[in-house]
T-cell receptor, first 111, second 113 residues
Framework: DAGITQSPRHKVTETGTPVTLRCHQT?????MYWYRQDPGHGLRLIHY???????DKGEVSDGYSVSRSKTEDFLLTLESATSSQTSVYFC??????????FGPGTRLTVL | DQQVKQNSPSLSVQEGRISILNCDYT??????FLWYKKYPAEGPTFLIS?????DKNEDGRFTVFLNKSAKHLSLHIVPSQPGDSAVYFC????????????FGTGTLLAVQP
């Protein structure tokens, strides 16, 4: 299994509060991705990174920001959480091949 | 506009029989297609992939078929086992420098003992 961890695994927060999710890899892979999974929508890309300090938006990036200051860490921040951001968040990594490898997920509930 | 579609939300199959999961796409520029399997409360795991220059790829009980003219791919699982019960996602890649994938909405496979 690829070495990917996500923290926290579960979080409950209130509307309007900032939230940061962390993805950590031990594979030294160049690419890292944040997805959200919602019923009826599959996996949708939020942001991705193609190197340290190199990031770009995915298809559902509004309300989210990311940072990657080290190869191994990719942070996803919800500046002011809303109920529509209640979801399961997955981090993924990939190297030279097209396959992506996913972390265990973070279940976020915004009340 | 959804570029990768899985039109069957669920599928039920008897143990030992064949499971066929289908996926359609709209963009002829996709160069790789992948299948992922996901159990509840876990992350998706990579199952099998196929390049757009091929029409079949096999790995044990899993075979993926690609029909480019129909913009259709399918995953065959033979024989199906109860442990195969999971959500299956197909995904497609444009290639290029970012390895981005576009996922379908998933099909829940239930293999009945």
């Amino acid at each position: 299994d690829a070495g990917i961890t996500q923290s926290p695994r579960h979080k409950v927060t209130e509307t309007g509060t900032p939230v940061t999710l962390r993805c950590h890899q031990t594979e030294n892979h160049r690419y890292m991705y944040w997805y959200r999974q919602d019923p009826g929508h599959g996996l949708r890309l939020i942001h991705y990174s193609y190197g340290v300090k190199d990031t770009d938006k995915g298809e559902v990036s509004d309300g989210y920001s990311v940072s990657r200051s080290k190869t191994e860490d990719f942070l996803l921040t919800l500046e002011s959480a809303t109920s529509s951001q209640t979801s399961v968040y997955f981090c993924a990594i990939s190297g030279d091949r097209v396959e992506q490898f996913f972390g265990p997920g973070t279940r976020l509930t915004v009340l | 506009d959804q570029q990768v579609k899985q039109n069957s939300p669920s599928l039920s199959v008897q143990e030992g029989r064949i499971s066929i999961l289908n996926c359609d796409y709209t963009n002829s520029m996709f160069d790789y297609f992948l299948w992922y399997k996901k159990y509840p409360a876990e992350g998706p795991t990579f199952l099998i992939s196929i390049s757009s220059i091929k029409d079949k790829n096999e790995d044990g009980r899993f075979t993926v078929f690609l029909n480019k003219s129909a913009k259709h791919l399918s995953l065959h699982i033979v024989p199906s086992q109860p442990g195969d019960s999971a959500v299956y996602f197909c995904a497609a890649s444009h290639g290029g420098a970012t390895n981005k994938l576009i996922f379908g909405t998933g099909t829940l496979l239930a293999v009945q003992p």
